[in-house]
């Protein structure tokens, strides 16, 4: 049988990860689908196609359509951060000694799948003896996946870095720079933001590394990631917070500072992933009396600056991420593939009923949420108490934040030409500083409720 081949390139600016997917999932999906052998090549930014007439046209077919989706909106199913950071408080110097501690089972936890270990990272007290490391699954085996939708894995190809808190304002800088580097350099960037998400940081070892049992530097630690990403590290954060730590702080926001509640909300969210499309886009309703209401259509995303702030426990890890939204194609591909879930989703018993075709997975939740605003060192900053109902029914709690006047600073860098971009930076930078320090006070207030 005549087989023909075809090598096709890959538009600049996208990242070989985007078109094989998670764990491979969108190739495997197109091969599946067409019959077709596809294979990419990274290093050239091309990928060849091999099949029959019918599976090559098929495959050709299905890889234009998904790349067209890609130029007009960028909403790529798994986007991958650009820059990793992680800070580790408490440790002083570079020699400090850290170790891989196995996770416990509880709240935050429960939420993963992964097949090996998962480990949190921590600096091993002057004088105390060896932590024990060990495997995360047999502490959760009686422990459900409820949280799933929580947990938002990092590019395995995304090189980790790891710093002391001292340099924590270089590490603020470098966040600013990225933030002007894609609010000049992107057109199709509709929206730029930073939020932060408390939660915790785990750890899991790449195919051929083994986690030692013995303790790390600072160093050692960097230099283990600036190998091939197989060999290093990966990472997961969970945004899910643990129950008492939920309640601690909503109580110290409410009973013990000057912010006040604003606002309370029911909302509802759909996640397609376009399987066809390779494209991942959010529905957003207003859930109120049973009913719901279309809020927005989100497109995708990019990650450019992922800055972790990791903790000793019990107080919590928190994630600074910087967020650059593209502009969501109107009456495109994307769009017609979404207008029977937008019209036919329902609200019943508390639950999401999401109609799909064969080429959509869908992942749904209806959030609670308490939005509290208040001044921090002269910035308002706005801290919303989550609860999210998952498809399964299970509840589990998060807390986010933002500062309203960086978000407006960032809007108008993606409108404004370079020559007002200084000032606008000047005013991003100042504003990191402030939501820095706001999660380092809450991060302080959760080990002083535990210690008390």
Known sequence: MYRSRRTIPLPEGLHVGHLIGK???????????????????????????????????????????QLASWRSSAACAYPHPTEVKYVLKGAATTESQLVFM???????TQATDLSGSLYQLHVKPSAAPQLPVGRVRNALHETSASLMASMTALSINTPKQFHLKEEIPSLLSDMTAAAEQTAA???????????????????????????????????VMNAINETRHDQGLKSVYSNAVDSTQFKDLKHYITNRTAFKHVAAKETASVHVKDLDLNTSLVIAFNASGGELHLRKIKSGSIKPFLLTLMHQQPSPDVRLKLIAQHFFAKDGLEERSLRKIISETTLSNGQLLVPCSSSQAVDSHIKTKDVYEGMYKGQIICVAFNTVRGE??????????????????????????????????KEVRASLQVLAGFCEHLAIKVSDFESS
């Open 23 to 65: 764990k491979g999932s969108n190739i495997k999906h197109l091969q599946s689908k067409t019959g077709s052998r596809i294979a990419v090549n990274g290093d050239a930014d091309v990928v060849t196609v091999t099949g029959s007439a019918s599976e090559f046209s098929a495959a050709v077919n299905l890889l234009q359509a």
């Open 392 to 425: 399964a029914g299970q509840d589990h709690h998060e807390i986010t934040g933002r500062v309203p006047a960086l978000n407006e600073a960032l809007k108008k860098a993606v409108k404004a030409g370079r020559a007002d971009m200084c000032q606008l930076m």
């Open 185 to 219: 350099g992107n057109p199709k960037i509709g929206d730029l933001k930073v939020t932060l998400n408390i939660g915790s940081q785990f750890f899991y070892a790449g195919k051929t590394m083994q986690v030692p049992e013995h303790q790390f530097t600072l160093d």
């Open 102 to 108: 196995a996770a416990t089972a509880g709240a935050v």
